[in-house]
């Protein structure tokens, strides 16, 4: 099911989110469903609260192959930090440098309820912290440094590309 994204601004984009108890049918639905919403609008990621569910269930695919999907995710390690350029399905059009991580461990839960550990750098990183923060309802524009308009969206990628 393709569920309509939740745009910013509304109060359920801020609120916090609660831990899944147990994986039900419904929360593989869920999971389904975002993945499906997610494909429909070219995202890289998003999270239950986009959609209106109050729970801390996200998926992330940077790359095709590289698909997670995240119950109760938690960062319990960090090092390093870079920037780079952001956007959000639920803040359409605005985009803007946000300083994370490059190295995060993440330990969360699978569909099959297994606990599992990863590490990931990077793209994928920024990727897992952005979504990660949503369901604690924090949006990147509150840790935006600088907002790239969108029409200098693609000057901005070249000129830091090597970044
Ligand atoms: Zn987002």
Do not use: W
């Amino acid at each position: 099911m393709r569920y309509p994204i939740i745009l910013n601004p509304d109060e359920r984009l801020h609120r916090t989110n609660r831990p899944v108890e147990m994986i039900t049918d419904e929360v593989i639905d869920l999971l389904e469903g975002l993945r499906e919403t997610m494909i429909a609008h070219d995202g890289i990621g998003i999270a239950a609260p986009q959609i209106g569910k109050n729970i801390q269930v996200a998926i992330v695919e940077v790359e095709e192959g590289e698909y997670l999907e995240l119950i109760n995710p938690e960062i319990i390690d960090t090092k390093g930090a870079n920037r780079d350029v952001e956007g959000c399905l639920s803040i359409p059009h605005v985009y803007g440098v946000v300083e994370r991580a490059s190295e995060i461990t993440v330990r969360y839960y699978d569909r099959e309820g297994d606990e599992m550990e990863i590490q990931a750098f990077d793209y994928l990183a920024r990727a897992i912290q952005h979504e990660i923060d949503h369901l604690h309802g924090i949006l990147f524009t509150e840790k935006m440094i600088e907002q790239i308009p969108e029409d200098q969206l693609e000057n901005y990628m070249e000129e830091h590309e090597n970044d």
